[in-house]
């Protein structure tokens, strides 16, 4: 990056605001819809005055019915069009799994290869603000399961603003997951700021002795710890994978090939979760390099509790991305 | 010693029973925005101030044998059914004696004992569970009711939809009841509904259905108890949709960008609360001190609701996965 460009203090929130408004400028043929968009401003206000701004034709305040305008936004990407379609959180997007799972993702290979499906659906996921058990869980690695769509997952402000527009270029259904912790979360951002490549994991912290793999708002939390392993004179690597899938295996290879230790973090609960596939892939392609076991550490497999001390226990945290790290990697000295 | 007003009539005394419900409720949660701001509550709060007719009149019509399922917006719905408000407030604390552990909050409040099946944030979620409890119920030969609260918003689910027509087609015991409040979170019921006339909705079902002034507590629970009746009688369920306003925000966290604050004045002069009260006065069924006693003493619950909450004590951490599965070992 540009380290003389011009950067302006900002919010993941704007961050992602900013992305939209650049896509619905862009594009006529881009239209956002889903419940609360336009008159209540967006549930995280996201898109607070783009209905002034750009209508109600191409910000679509939908009725509670989660499963058809999923559909619709499938039907009006076949039909021409670029549909950003909002789900409010990704507990209500189980009511769209069937248009997500059954029609997005098998279109193409269904239609061999006839009809294709240029959509993006956003929402919000994950816990962190006492919203129990039916608005707080982290099922995009559970998404990352299914061929035919990929998995987007912003953890900074560049790709809360840049990855947009990017997805909505791709021929294929992108679904783009936006941690509810992250809005408020401040930061630079260069004034020039804008589209960004959807294909890479991107190392955030260089180290030698562990790779800490994850992505989102565990990033955050890695980085924390992988600072505090510095202190005391543990060099951690931190990666953030930026997408789910498809997953960018030669960047994980290359850093396990140098720290010859990996460590997965992520929100979702354990089993069978997209930290076990990305500790297989280790085990497949680079078992010879390593110098411990594939750790992780992922949420506790409960439905998230509501009280503060619980919903903090469930979730994993930097103190147990530490002691992780400190179990794996010998004492120096 | 002042001269006491004639004694009042049982209609009468049950008329001041629902408006005491609706008064607790009131300042229950005005308590409850309260212990928001001082972040004792946390999580999603939605407010009833305004609706408490709604689950008031409902209630009344219902027995205990009945079930009721609530949405996320179930304070009003709690309290009116019965349940307590000391284990209510602990639970929105998060305190380990609340109704829930602290595992549910605000939204997921759940009584065994009044069949309170639960606080659903799924909205339209819990619809398809009435229907389910309501079959229970007739493949064992029980005379019950299963009522089912909903708003406006959720008549736009496809579970709305399903479950009308699988319980007319079954002929099963279930209260549909839509707590319309003519918006869905931001969502204007004429932006969310090609007919707004929700009640119009159940004739394509074959369901029963009435609309009723839900600012009208008295209206709501002749009309529920006629419904009540119908659907325990075996005739199939029953729609009601009442027609109320939310006074507050959505939820605390809601700007309020989509009406105005002539709107919510219009609609407050029809304050449920205020309505019963003055026509008891008039009737001469409620005097002035009658009122302020009722007042205090739902102050005390109320207080004694938030001393028990605070008294309350954290589940220890170890027991964190507990209740992913049940502890017995058979159904
Ligand atoms: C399936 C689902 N979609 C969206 C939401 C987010 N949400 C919570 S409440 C609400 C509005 C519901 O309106 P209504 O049914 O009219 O009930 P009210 O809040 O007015 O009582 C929305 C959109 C949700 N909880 N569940
Ligand atoms: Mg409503």
Same mark, same amino acid.
């Given at each position: 990056?540009?380290?003389?460009?011009?950067?302006?203090?900002?919010?993941?929130?704007?961050?992602?605001?900013?992305?939209?408004?650049?896509?619905?400028?862009?594009?006529?043929?881009?239209?956002?819809?889903?419940?609360?968009?336009?008159?209540?401003?967006?549930?995280?206000?996201?898109?607070?005055?783009?209905?002034?701004?750009?209508?109600?034709?191409?910000?679509?305040?939908?009725?509670?019915?989660?499963?058809?305008?999923?559909? @619709?936004?499938?039907?009006?990407?076949?039909?021409?069009?670029?549909?950003?379609?909002?789900?409010?959180?990704?507990?209500?997007?189980?009511?769209?799994?069937?248009?997500?799972?059954?029609?997005?993702?098998?279109?193409?290979?269904?239609?061999?290869?006839?009809?294709?499906?240029?959509?993006? @659906?956003?929402?919000?996921?994950?816990?962190?603000?006492?919203?129990?058990?039916?608005?707080?869980?982290?099922?995009?690695?559970?998404?990352?399961?299914?061929?035919?769509?990929?998995?987007?997952?912003?953890?900074?402000?560049?790709?809360?603003?840049?990855?947009?527009?990017?997805?909505?270029?791709?021929?294929?259904?992108?679904?783009?997951?936006?941690?509810?912790?992250?809005?408020?979360?401040?930061?630079?951002?260069?004034?020039?700021?804008?589209?960004?490549?959807?294909?890479?994991?991107?190392?955030?912290?260089?180290?030698?002795?562990?790779?800490?793999?994850?992505?989102?708002?565990?990033?955050?939390?890695?980085?924390?710890?992988?600072?505090?392993?510095?202190?005391?004179?543990?060099?951690?690597?931190?990666?953030?994978?930026?997408?789910?899938?498809?997953?960018?295996?030669?960047? @994980?290879?290359?850093?396990?090939?140098?720290?010859?230790?990996?460590?997965?973090?992520?929100?979702?609960?354990?089993?069978?979760?997209?930290?076990?596939?990305?500790?297989?892939?280790?085990?497949?392609?680079?078992?010879?390099?390593?110098?411990?076991?594939?750790?992780?550490?992922?949420?506790?497999?409960?439905?998230?509790?509501?009280?503060?001390?619980?919903?903090?226990?469930?979730?994993?945290?930097?103190?147990?991305?530490?002691?992780?790290?400190?179990?794996?990697?010998?004492?120096?000295? | 010693?002042?001269?006491?007003?004639?004694?009042?009539?049982?209609?009468?005394?049950?008329?001041?029973?629902?408006?005491?419900?609706?008064?607790?409720?009131?300042?229950?949660?005005?308590?409850?925005?309260?212990?928001?701001?001082?972040?004792?509550?946390?999580?999603?709060?939605?407010?009833?101030?305004?609706?408490?007719?709604?689950?008031?009149?409902?209630?009344?019509?219902?027995?205990?044998?009945?079930?009721?399922?609530?949405?996320?917006?179930?304070?009003?719905?709690?309290?009116?059914?019965?349940?307590?408000?000391?284990?209510?407030?602990?639970?929105?604390?998060?305190?380990?004696?609340?109704?829930?552990?602290?595992?549910?909050?605000?939204? $997921?409040?759940?009584?065994?004992?009044?069949?309170?099946?639960?606080?659903?944030?799924?909205?339209?979620?819990?619809?398809?569970?009435?229907?389910?409890?309501?079959?229970?119920?007739?493949?064992?030969?029980?005379?019950?009711?299963?009522?089912?609260?909903?708003?406006?918003?959720?008549?736009?689910?496809?579970?709305? $939809?399903?479950?009308?027509?699988?319980?007319?087609?079954?002929?099963?015991?279930?209260?549909?009841?839509?707590?319309?409040?003519?918006?869905?979170?931001?969502?204007?019921?004429?932006?969310?509904?090609?007919?707004?006339?929700?009640?119009?909705?159940?004739?394509?079902?074959?369901?029963?259905?009435?609309?009723?002034?839900?600012?009208?507590?008295?209206?709501?629970?002749?009309?529920?108890?006629?419904?009540?009746?119908?659907?325990?009688?075996?005739?199939?369920?029953?729609?009601?949709?009442?027609?109320?306003?939310?006074?507050?925000?959505?939820?605390?966290?809601?700007?309020?960008?989509?009406?105005?604050?002539?709107?919510?004045?219009?609609?407050?002069?029809?304050?449920?609360?205020?309505?019963?009260?003055?026509?008891?006065?008039?009737?001469?069924?409620?005097? #002035?001190?009658?009122?302020?006693?009722?007042?205090?003493?739902?102050?005390?619950?109320? #207080?004694?609701?938030?001393?028990?909450?605070?008294?309350?004590?954290?589940?220890?951490? #170890? #027991?964190?996965?507990?209740?992913?599965?049940?502890?017995?070992?058979?159904?």
């Amino acid at each position: 990056m540009n380290g003389a460009a011009e950067t302006i203090k900002t919010t993941y929130r704007e961050a992602v605001r900013q992305g939209l408004h650049d896509a619905l400028r862009r594009d006529q043929r881009v239209f956002l819809m889903g419940e609360d968009v336009g008159h209540y401003g967006g549930c995280y206000a996201v898109s607070k005055g783009f209905i002034q701004e750009f209508g109600p034709e191409r910000i679509r305040d939908t009725p509670l019915s989660e499963l058809a305008f999923t559909g @619709i936004g499938i039907g009006a990407a076949m039909g021409g069009m670029r549909p950003i379609v909002e789900i409010m959180t990704v507990n209500f997007s189980l009511l769209a799994l069937d248009q997500i799972m059954n029609n997005a993702a098998t279109l193409l290979h269904m239609s061999g290869g006839l009809f294709n499906v240029p959509l993006v @659906i956003r929402m919000a996921t994950g816990a962190g603000r006492q919203l129990a058990a039916q608005h707080a869980h982290s099922l995009e690695g559970w998404y990352a399961h299914i061929p035919g769509i990929k998995v987007l997952t912003p953890a900074t402000l560049e790709d809360a603003r840049g990855m947009l527009w990017t997805a909505l270029e791709d021929p294929d259904p992108v679904l783009i997951f936006e941690n509810q912790t992250l809005y408020p979360l401040e930061g630079e951002l260069p004034v020039t700021a804008g589209p960004v490549e959807i294909d890479h994991a991107q190392v955030m912290r260089g180290g030698s002795d562990v790779s800490i793999i994850t992505y989102s708002a565990s990033l955050y939390k890695a980085l924390a710890a992988a600072e505090s392993l510095a202190a005391e004179g543990i060099s951690a690597e931190v990666i953030d994978l930026r997408t789910l899938r498809p997953l960018d295996d030669d960047t @994980i290879m290359a850093s396990v090939a140098k720290t010859r230790r990996a460590l997965v973090v992520d929100e979702g609960w354990r089993s069978g979760g997209i930290s076990a596939e990305i500790s297989a892939r280790i085990m497949e392609q680079a078992f010879y390099e390593l110098d411990a076991p594939v750790e992780r550490i992922c949420s506790v497999e409960v439905p998230m509790p509501y009280a503060r001390h619980m919903e903090l226990a469930a979730l994993p945290q930097a103190e147990a991305i530490v002691a992780a790290v400190k179990r794996m990697v010998p004492t120096h000295g | 010693m002042k001269k006491k007003p004639p004694q009042p009539t049982t209609d009468q005394e049950h008329w001041i029973r629902l408006l005491r419900q609706m008064l607790l409720i009131r300042r229950f949660e005005e308590k409850c925005a309260e212990l928001y701001s001082a972040t004792k509550i946390r999580g999603f709060l939605h407010l009833y101030i305004g609706e408490e007719a709604v689950s008031v009149g409902v209630m009344a019509a219902l027995t205990p044998v009945d079930a009721v399922v609530a949405t996320y917006r179930e304070h009003g719905q709690a309290l009116a059914r019965g349940v307590s408000p000391g284990a209510l407030m602990a639970e929105m604390y998060g305190k380990q004696e609340g109704c829930c552990r602290g595992r549910g909050g605000s939204m $997921h409040i759940f009584d065994a004992a009044t069949r309170f099946y639960g606080g659903n944030a799924i909205v339209g979620g819990s619809i398809p569970l009435a229907v389910g409890l309501a079959l229970a119920d007739k493949m064992q030969g029980r005379q019950r009711v299963s009522c089912c609260f909903f708003g406006d918003g959720a008549v736009a689910e496809g579970a709305f $939809h399903e479950s009308m027509n699988i319980a007319s087609l079954w002929k099963l015991p279930v209260l549909f009841v839509c707590e319309n409040n003519l918006y869905a979170m931001g969502s204007a019921l004429r932006y969310t509904q090609a007919v707004t006339d929700l009640a119009a909705k159940g004739a394509g079902y074959a369901v029963q259905s009435e609309a009723v002034d839900g600012m009208d507590v008295l209206a709501v629970e002749s009309a529920a108890r006629k419904a009540v009746d119908s659907v325990r009688g075996g005739n199939g369920p029953c729609f009601l949709e009442c027609r109320t306003y939310r006074f507050r925000a959505h939820s605390m966290f809601d700007a309020e960008l989509y009406r105005t604050k002539e709107e919510v004045e219009e609609w407050k002069k029809r304050d449920p609360i205020l309505q019963l009260s003055a026509s008891l006065r008039a009737q001469e069924a409620l005097a #002035d001190a009658d009122f302020e006693q009722m007042e205090s003493e739902v102050a005390r619950e109320v #207080d004694d609701a938030i001393a028990f909450a605070e008294a309350g004590t954290w589940e220890p951490v #170890d #027991d964190l996965t507990r209740f992913v599965y049940s502890e017995r070992r058979t159904g």
